[in-house]
């Protein structure tokens, strides 16, 4: 070495040796997308973490909405692995269009009329809404929102749907209503039970009798255009399995 100055080999040797090495690319993560009615969201979105938890391969994605916007969507060729219904007229469409590849009903609910939970009004009937006082009503919209459908049956069984028609809001899906009784924006509102447990902005004035609307059922079923069948039919399977009861139970859904 002359004159404090390495020779070029030397130099080489140096910079190779202090490159840093460069991270293995980690595997790219299969994403599954589950469309999946609005009412389900709360319980869902626990799930994802416990369900992600154990499978780090899967990147879980939740489309929420109305059962029946959703339905459209996947008639329209919107991509979808599975699809969770809350109401069984849905699931038919698509599966009697051969679109789904296995379903089953997955769970129970139960439909309640809810009051802002400062609301003074006592109720015993719905015939009780077409009070004067009642300025207006709010349920999901009853040809794509199965809550809303029940809601109809429960008013028409009740020979009030037609007297009530000017005091209706109509809504995009079941949270939406529950929005509307949360800020005061209507008077009282028709939900799921799980959707009223999820709210302290909210009491139950009514719980329904099953027996006045069709039954509430949740059917899931994988998509037979699913791009991951192998991944959906084992998170489709998930969804049965007691870890995921436990869950469904904590938000107060009925197991099938």
Request: hydrophobic share 40%; aromatic share 8%; proline share 4%.
């Amino acid at each position: 070495m002359k004159n404090g100055i390495l020779p070029l080999a030397a130099v080489l040797a140096v910079t190779t040796l202090s490159v840093p090495t460069q991270p293995a690319h980690a595997a790219k993560k299969t994403e599954l997308i589950i469309s999946a009615a609005a009412s389900l969201k709360d319980s869902l979105e626990e799930l994802e973490k416990l369900y992600e938890k154990k499978h780090t391969d899967i990147d879980l994605t939740f489309n929420y909405g109305s059962s029946g916007t959703l339905q459209k969507q996947i008639e329209q060729g919107a991509p979808a692995d599975v699809f969770f219904s809350a109401g069984q007229k849905q699931m038919d469409a698509l599966v009697k269009q051969d679109l789904i590849k296995d379903s089953k009903n997955i769970l129970n609910n139960d439909l309640v009329m809810v009051i802002p939970s400062d609301s003074k009004r006592a109720f015993t009937t719905v015939k009780e809404l077409t009070a004067k006082d009642i300025k207006k009503v709010a349920v999901g919209q009853p040809e794509s929102v199965p809550a809303g459908q029940y809601a109809k049956e429960t008013l028409t069984a009740r020979n009030v749907w037609d007297t009530l028609k000017d005091k209706l809001v109509y809504a995009k899906d079941v949270r939406q209503v529950l929005t509307y009784v949360e800020t005061g924006n209507v008077d009282a509102g028709f939900v799921y039970k799980t959707d009223a447990l999820t709210s302290d902005k909210v009491k139950i004035a009514i719980n329904i009798l099953p027996s006045v609307h069709a039954p509430i059922v949740y059917p899931a079923g994988v998509l037979k255009e699913s791009e991951h069948a192998a991944e959906a039919t084992e998170f489709y399977q998930y969804l049965q399995s007691q870890e995921a009861d436990t869950v469904f139970k904590k938000y107060g859904f009925a197991l099938r």
